[in-house]
């Protein structure tokens, strides 16, 4: 028997989903991630983006045409949010939703709709590896009910994994990168153990520690001292923004102001001199002024961002921002080419800056990525490898480099 599972939006979406292949594998299944033909088909669903969900209703017709005969098992954030939408689909069998996806695998020979709220961390098969990079969930679900957002609506209140679970299956899982990742993990916590605890732990691993997207309040002195002293953290710091201006952070639910964000990357070039800092910022919030764009504009550069990932709002039916008249899309795509323009030059003057550096840089199948996140071309390099590099060249959004020596 062949499954193959399918998978649309966030890492924490292909983390879950590696565990469930490793699941199927465990009760016989040949298992790919790959469309193709197959018996069972098991979709995990986004809802972040209205597009989104729509890739995801469309997914099931996309997997029937490889097999019309084949059970197709549907979860995720767009199936919790709309059931009823996937369950009418001819050749869905089971569908599940963002939560208890350890209970998933027991549904296989069933028919129905399964939705289950859960209050504890729902613990899964170690993740199926495809990657080099190991992703580690730590963390589900959001408290923090941003504006924008339908996420704390469909994946539940935060939770943790216990801080031993977490460290077993970065102790055993191999990879030269772990990668921690969650809906939140700035709100880490296993009893009176937060991100600062985690991270001191686990420097007893043999490899680099990257971190997912984190939020001001979590940069703290005691996180940045604790991820200095731990030695094998990433100066990589992925830190949310999503407007530069106080007044819009505001209207989005953020609990931070411009001037704290400002701070929070201070704070972390006190610890990490020459650390990328990057970030997402939303492009045309319905309260959105040219006054408050301008200040958004202008953060790229005051921050010092290494990259940016800038995306138009879009209204999300169900939360509060979408009630909320929108910008004209004329507005928007304007708006648009102006921060895409300032992310581009932000970028190019970071990778500039880096010229004739020495990092060190994990090799992929398609280049590889040094630990603050540049992605590197290099002849010769093996897959799986890691080389100390020098940073020779500007290439497109990422560098050349010369191979000094495989670690």
């Known amino acids: 028997m062949k499954a193959c599972v399918f998978t649309?939006?966030?890492?924490?979406?292909?983390?879950?989903?590696?565990?469930?292949?490793?699941?199927?594998?465990?009760?016989?299944?040949?298992?790919?991630?790959?469309?193709?033909?197959?018996?069972?088909?098991?979709?995990?669903?986004?809802?972040?983006?209205?597009?989104?969900?729509?890739?995801?209703?469309?997914?099931?017709?996309?997997?029937?045409?490889?097999?019309?005969?084949?059970?197709?098992?549907?979860?995720?954030?767009?199936?919790?949010?709309?059931?009823?939408?996937?369950?009418?689909?001819?050749?869905v069998t089971v569908v599940s939703g963002a939560m208890r996806k350890d209970k998933l695998l027991s549904l296989l020979d069933e028919h129905?709709?399964?939705?289950?709220?859960?209050?504890?961390?729902?613990?899964?098969?170690?993740?199926?590896?495809?990657?080099?990079?190991?992703?580690?969930?730590?963390q589900d679900g959001c408290n923090r009910f941003c504006s924008y957002c339908i996420i704390p609506y469909l994946r539940g209140r935060t939770r943790s994994r216990s801080l031993s679970g977490i460290l077993a299956e970065a102790k055993s899982c191999g990879a030269k990168e772990i990668v921690l990742t969650g809906v939140d993990i700035s709100s880490y916590r296993d009893g009176d153990r937060g991100l600062p605890a985690l991270v001191s732990a686990l420097s007893e691993v043999p490899a680099r520690i990257r971190l997912g997207s984190l939020e001001v309040s979590a940069v703290t002195e005691e996180f940045l001292l604790a991820a200095?002293?731990?030695?094998?953290?990433?100066?990589?710091?992925?830190?949310?923004?999503?407007?530069?201006?106080?007044?819009?952070?505001?209207?989005?639910?953020?609990?931070?102001?411009?001037?704290?964000?400002?701070?929070?990357?201070?704070?972390?070039?006190k610890y990490f001199p020459d650390a990328a800092i990057t970030t997402d910022i939303i492009v045309g919030f319905p309260t959105e002024t040219e006054e408050d764009f301008l200040l958004s504009l202008s953060m790229v550069e005051e921050a010092g961002l290494?990259?940016?990932?800038?995306?138009?709002?879009?209204?999300?039916?169900?939360?509060?921002?979408?009630?909320?008249?929108?910008?004209?899309?004329?507005?928007?795509?304007?708006?648009?080419?102006?921060?895409?323009?300032?992310?581009?030059?932000?970028?190019?003057?970071?990778?500039?800056?880096?010229?004739?550096?020495?990092?060190?840089a994990l090799f992929e199948e398609d280049g590889g990525y040094t630990e603050r996140y540049i992605r590197v071309f290099a002849e010769g390099a093996k897959e799986g490898a890691m080389y100390r590099v020098r940073l020779s060249g500007v290439r497109g959004d990422g560098m050349n480099v010369t191979l000094s020596e495989e670690l």
């Open 228 to 269: 200095k002293e731990a030695g094998n953290v990433c100066p990589h710091f992925h830190l949310c923004l999503q407007s530069g201006s106080t007044r819009v952070l505001k209207d989005m639910n953020r609990k931070y102001t411009r001037e704290e964000y400002l701070s929070a990357c201070a704070r972390i070039r």
């Open 112 to 138: 129905g709709v399964f939705l289950e709220t859960e209050s504890e961390f729902s613990e899964l098969p170690a993740p199926k590896r495809n990657r080099t990079r190991a992703f580690l969930r730590i």
């Open 306 to 360: 290494a990259r940016v990932h800038a995306f138009p709002f879009s209204p999300r039916s169900g939360t509060r921002a979408a009630k909320l008249p929108d910008l004209p899309s004329s507005v928007k795509k304007e708006r648009m080419e102006r921060m895409l323009a300032a992310a581009a030059k932000a970028q190019r003057s970071f990778l500039t800056a880096s010229l004739g550096r020495e990092e060190v």
């Open 8 to 91: 649309l939006g966030c890492k924490l979406n292909e983390v879950e989903s590696a565990s469930l292949m490793r699941g199927l594998e465990e009760r016989g299944f040949e298992v790919t991630d790959e469309p193709s033909f197959a018996d069972l088909y098991l979709i995990n669903t986004c809802a972040v983006t209205a597009e989104a969900e729509k890739k995801s209703r469309q997914a099931v017709a996309r997997m029937r045409k490889f097999n019309p005969a084949a059970r197709i098992i549907v979860c995720g954030c767009a199936s919790e949010k709309d059931a009823a939408a996937f369950g009418k689909r001819e050749g």
